[in-house]
């Protein structure tokens, strides 16, 4: 049986410190190892301090780098550092040893030869290469380092993009395989996609194809390359960066190394000759201007700024190769399809217009469908492989395949030939036999059509995601405008927010509470609270509070805000419990309601936060109450209580927002006793369902507690961090008086020393703060700004 604990990366270069850091994000002890420098003076040579530079200043350039690589600084005590002269015994000791190095093939046939002196029988050793063919690596190893050797192939951040690509060779056990498969999948948090050992191999190679192909038709239609990138992005389900400035952030040097080697290297590949280096392109090559490495690609972010103060970036003109101010673009389509919500709609929309915007993403996806459906089984055995690479690996929404399914796949077919496009016969046979789409539904599970057996088949790995969009045909426990509640089986309801970004108004805080009563009195034994959407929830309604506010309708914020405050209880003391699956961001009142959960299956990457502050108010749905309570929860009898209240009054005065679920454990957002951090993140719906099950065996609800609070000697430290910080110009007026009614609330207000006060009593006064900043003109002007620039005001 294959067990992994410790973790040996050799080379700690941008990908291999990105490893390892997710390595320990994961819980592994991890080993990182490279040369010693050739520069050493002589008397550095025995100084372990000299000899360990590279590997040490790596990882600690990895470390400081943004996006952040660790779901925890404090994960970085995980990894030890080395260098292969004096530390490659080390392997050893450990289960699984991933090569990092040069994209040489000597230099890794130099390290696998060291690698076999040193690691014991059975140990599992892989290669991050993206280019060079697996098998090639093998030259001269021992069968059992064959066995036991494959490629895992990363992509770059490593915590961030999801895919992690398999590729066995021919000698490689199939136990290898499927432990792979399943462990990069449970443990690592990965979307795991089997590949064969060719070139670029999956995602590098159908996502290439589509850079290329989208570069030339750019060009051809006389779109700017801002316009392509409007076209390309979210517009269609993929990222913001679209396709130039993706391939800006890629590296030029690097897109055109893949180019030339899938154009070399498949000689049978029936669109090579789309894999071409445009004029423009090579411009850029020639000038040295890489993207953003160089600060100058495609796109270059010049130091002067505009009227606004926004800088200004200049784009550049494919036809003369000069750099201009971008232009927003003037595409009849984009327009157009502002109003269309559903990504199928606007792809539908993109296929039925014919200006040059649509004309673009038609020929684009069409050149696509052929291609794809040509690369099986030459790149994969399987159509869902392909769409699950590009979506992990590129941040697609939806894959080739589901693409097609949306425009129809008979006629995508006949678009694409009368384009020009040569289709696989295996497309054509699916549809000749009555079988109209790739993928279809049954039973709430996702099938895919096998090429092999030609039937549909359950899709691997899919057992433990649950897909709310899987549940549309079933008929909805409860529904109103801003939630749904679906029944996921075994006794479990599952309320969906269904409002705009997932925002928190009156209909959700209603159907939590009417689901909460279905649920108690009907044969239910509990209910999570998720979605399958990007983000779990920005917040409260935020406009709905400023409207009534501008509007000074005060009463009705008082029921606004108390509405929240009682939902969140009665999430606390319903008599079934009642889980959150959270993902993306928890911002605001999303926060408040978990931390009044009975658990939170938390994915890995739930950015949580009370984040009131910064629109000039409290957290006013119970959250400052909480603070409160945890704080007290904290407090040692014996010891000064102080600096507790402190560290918690921080967090919520600051608006300090955990970037990871295991940072929101040591920021107080996250609760070791009774949540979770779930590093699948998709999985987090399923593992919610799974902790309502296990707390309905024996639930009782908690009891209402009253809570420790400090009074005028909490208020006394709390007022004077404060002042310094406004004396100090680090706090405006304004921010003073915000911290100061956090301060209020967590100390139980004006009170003549230390004791217990009840729950309702913090809730009234944090919900009188709320109003009171309400009254403010600081605040209305924090909200209007937040709400038109989507930025915060300090005033």
């Not at 549309?472 to 970004?501: P, Q, T, W, Y």
């Not at 658990?599 to 910064?614: C, F, R, T």
């Not at 040591?666 to 369902?689: C, E, F, Q, W």
Request: net charge negative; with cysteine.
């Amino acid at each position: 049986m294959i067990k992994i604990n410790k973790v040996a990366v050799l080379g700690s270069g941008v990908m291999g410190s990105g490893i390892a850091c997710h390595l320990a994000n994961a819980g592994f002890e991890v080993l990182l190892l490279d040369i010693v420098p050739f520069d050493l003076k002589d008397e550095e040579k025995k100084s372990q301090a000299a000899r360990n530079r590279i590997v040490n200043a790596s990882l600690k350039a990895a470390i400081k780098s943004k996006p952040a690589p660790l779901y925890d600084n404090a994960f970085a005590s995980r990894i030890q550092t080395g260098n292969f002269d004096d530390d490659m015994k080390g392997i050893k000791d450990c289960d699984w040893i991933i090569e990092v190095v040069v994209e040489r093939l000597d230099i890794k046939h130099q390290v696998f030869a060291n690698v076999e002196k040193y690691r014991k029988p059975g140990t599992i050793v892989s290669s991050n290469t993206s280019g060079i063919p697996i098998h090639m690596m093998l030259e001269g190893r021992s069968d059992d380092f064959k066995q036991h050797f494959l490629g895992t192939h990363f992509f770059n951040p490593p915590r961030y993009l999801k895919l992690l690509e398999i590729i066995p060779t021919p000698d490689t056990k199939q136990e290898v395989i499927d432990f792979f498969m399943d462990f990069g999948d449970e443990y690592l948090g990965k979307k795991t996609v089997l590949c064969k050992d060719t070139p670029a191999f999956i995602a590098n190679r159908v996502g290439v194809y589509t850079m290329a192909k989208i570069y030339q038709l750019t060009q051809k239609l006389g779109l700017s390359i801002t316009e392509t990138d409007k076209l390309t992005g979210p517009a269609i389900g993929r990222p913001k960066t679209g396709t130039f400035r993706l391939g800006d952030l890629v590296g030029h040097d690097t897109a055109v190394h893949v180019i030339n080697g899938i154009r070399e290297n498949c000689p049978n590949d029936e669109q090579a000759g789309n894999f071409v280096i445009p004029d423009y392109l090579q411009f850029l090559i020639d000038n040295k201007f890489l993207g953003n490495k160089t600060r100058k690609g495609f796109y270059e972010r010049t130091k002067e700024k505009d009227a606004d103060g926004r800088r200004i970036i200049l784009a550049l003109d494919l036809d003369t190769k000069e750099y201009k101010p971008s232009q927003r673009p003037k595409v009849e389509s984009l327009k157009a399809i502002k109003n269309i919500d559903s990504l199928e709609g606007r792809i539908k929309y993109f296929f039925r217009a014919d200006d040059k915007g649509a004309q673009l993403v038609k020929e684009s996806l069409l050149g696509l469908f052929a291609y794809v459906s040509n690369r099986i089984p030459e790149i994969a055995d399987d159509l869902y492989a392909i769409d699950d690479a590009l979506k992990a690996g590129f941040g697609w929404d939806v894959g080739p395949f589901e693409y097609w399914d949306m425009v129809g796949v008979q006629k995508g077919i006949e678009l694409a030939e009368a384009q020009g496009e040569s289709i696989a016969q295996w497309v054509k046979d699916m549809v000749a036999s009555g079988k109209n789409s790739f993928y279809v539904v049954e039973n709430q599970q996702p099938k895919y059509f096998n090429i092999k057996n030609k039937a549909y088949q359950s899709i691997p790995g899919r057992e433990g995601i649950v897909i709310l969009e899987h549940y549309r045909d079933k008929e909805l426990i409860f529904e109103n405008a801003e939630v749904h509640v679906h029944d996921i089986g075994d006794g479990v309801l599952c309320l969906e927010f269904k409002s705009k970004m997932n925002a928190i108004g009156e209909g959700i805080l209603r159907g939590i509470s009417d689901t909460i009563n279905i649920a108690e009195q009907g044969p239910w034994k509990g209910i999570v609270i998720g979605n399958n959407a990007k983000n779990f929830t920005v917040g409260a309604n935020l406009m709905l509070v400023a409207m009534l506010a501008y509007e000074q309708e005060f009463e009705e914020l008082n029921m606004a805000v108390n509405l929240f405050q009682q939902t969140a209880m009665r999430v606390r003391h319903s008599s079934i419990p009642v889980v959150m699956a959270t993902q993306g961001y928890v911002f605001g009142g999303g926060c408040e309601l978990a931390m009044h959960s009975d658990a939170v299956m938390a994915g890995a990457e739930s950015y949580i936060g009370l984040v009131e502050v910064g629109v000039g108010l409290i957290p006013g749905g119970g959250g400052t109450k909480e603070f409160a309570l945890r704080a007290a929860n904290e407090f040692d009898p014996g010891l000064v209580q102080i600096p507790t209240l402190i560290e918690r009054f921080k967090t919520i005065a600051l608006a300090s927002v955990a970037t990871s679920a295991d940072q929101a454990f040591s920021m107080g957002y996250l609760d070791h006793t009774k949540d979770h951090t779930v590093i699948n993140t998709p999985k987090a719906i399923a593992r919610a369902k799974d902790k309502v099950l296990e707390l309905a065996k024996h639930y009782v609800p908690p009891t209402e507690d009253d809570v420790y609070v400090l009074g005028r000697r909490g208020l006394g430290a709390l007022y004077m961090a404060v002042n310094e910080l406004k004396l100090g110009k680090y706090a405006s007026e304004h921010d003073a008086l915000i911290a100061q009614k956090v301060a209020y609330v967590m100390c139980g207000g004006d009170l003549t020393g230390p004791q217990k006060v009840s729950q309702q009593y913090l809730l009234d006064i944090e919900r009188e703060a709320f109003l009171s900043l309400l009254g403010t003109q600081k605040t209305l002007e924090r909200i209007q700004h937040m709400l038109t620039t989507n930025k915060p005001l300090r005033n």
